[in-house]
């Protein structure tokens, strides 16, 4: 249901393999420490503004997710996001972690299926370092952290064509 865990406070949450979708607004501006997904999760889409302003830690997205759409985890006070080792994610929607202004630490794995970034990603964040080499289908990047807190920029093995205007404007 829309609005599921909307407000609720949990300091672990383990998300059981029958769910295939995170609904839009289910975890917003709800408290959790920690959330994670059964081993043989398949779970599939995390819907738009799924966790909303959430105050989570950490989450590690399942590789069985293939969509996350428009600002699922915007204004969240996530500070490090997993991605299992192949991921069928493709496209990270536009804003997908953006105003999360604690998150430090993206990990997106090996060999996984990400091939576009959507513009304001990672709009206000305090990422210092993108490793992007294991993203080897990775054909459009259309925004960057901040220059203001990025130090470094690994695209090493992906298939980035081109580097759009404006694209390290701080």
């Not at 295939?20 to 059964?38: G, K, L, W």
């Amino acid at each position: 249901d829309v609005y599921t865990f909307t407000g609720a406070t949990i300091s672990k949450l383990v998300i059981p393999s029958s769910v295939d979708t995170v609904d839009a607004y289910a975890f917003e501006n709800a408290t959790v420490d920690s959330i994670s997904f059964a081993p043989d999760s398949k779970c599939k889409t995390f819907d738009d503004y799924a966790f909303l302003g959430s105050n989570i830690k950490s989450i590690v997205i399942p590789k069985s997710v293939e969509k996350i759409n428009i600002s699922a985890f915007s204004k969240s006070t996530v500070n490090k996001v997993t991605f299992e080792n192949g991921s069928k994610v493709k496209v990270l929607s536009d804003g997908t972690f953006s105003n999360c202004e604690n998150l430090e630490s993206v990990d997106f794995g090996k060999n996984n299926s990400l091939a576009i970034i959507e513009s304001d990603v990672f709009e206000n964040t305090k990422i210092k370092n993108l490793d992007l080499s294991g993203c080897v289908n990775l054909v459009s990047l259309q925004s960057l952290p901040s220059a203001n807190t990025l130090e470094s920029i690994d695209l090493s093995n992906t298939k980035i064509r081109r580097i759009p205007d404006f694209f390290f404007n701080g």
